[in-house]
């Protein structure tokens, strides 16, 4: 396997950097916008159910039939990129919905009550006291949210399209294990990157959990 990276550097860096592009720019997108609609499903409470199930089902489609009926919707190539990125942002929306929205429910409502006697709006107590306060429920659906985004990148090699699941392909259709190696090696050490990193994330900003757990 090192002989393999020695010889293959360039190939092996290049898709490393674009399975990293094409997991987490798509999680970025999808937190954008799982954002607000999970916050209008707590905000009117009626539109939870409707909005959760349907995000639900949308999440429920197979990766690789979303890739391959993208671009006849959005008009783009089999194989380009686009297609993909599009593809997690659905799907990273899509579970970020309901955590977004369970998170907001399960601030403490003497919190955000105190908050609106203290005279904060709701814009100003949205920000400043209750996505600090659900950060705790977020940032683990956060997680969860970017190993399977960096799980599903590898899909997209069957279309030609997958980052370092294009190691895996090649190595089968040249019945060379070390490239399958090397790709499986760097998936599972980049979501374990990427895991740790939102779990040092999450205790810098929600130092209160830490002292919690102190005083028990």
Known sequence: MIQYLQNNQAVVLQALLQHVILALVPLAIGVLAA????YLAVRFNRLYQP???LTGVIYAVPSLALFVVLPGLIGTKILDPINIVVALAIYTA??????????????????TQAATAMGYRRLKRLFSVELPMSLPVTLA????????????????ALI?????????????QLHYLEPVIVGVVLSI?????????IVALQ??????????????
């Open 160 to 172: 030609g399209v997958g980052g370092l699941g294009g190691l895996f392909t090649r190595g089968l």
């Open 189 to 197: 050490a980049l979501a374990a990157v990427c895991d740790l990193a």
């Open 51 to 53: 909005v959760t199930n």
């Open 94 to 111: 899509a579970l970020m919905v309901r955590v977004v929205a369970d998170g907001l429910r399960s601030v403490d409502p003497t919190v």
């Open 35 to 38: 954002l607000p609609l999970g």
């Open 203 to 216: 205790r810098r900003l929600t130092p209160w959990t830490r002292l919690g757990g102190k005083t028990r």
């Open 141 to 156: 659906g956060l997680r969860v949210a970017a190993v399977s985004n960096i799980s599903i990148v590898s899909v997209g």
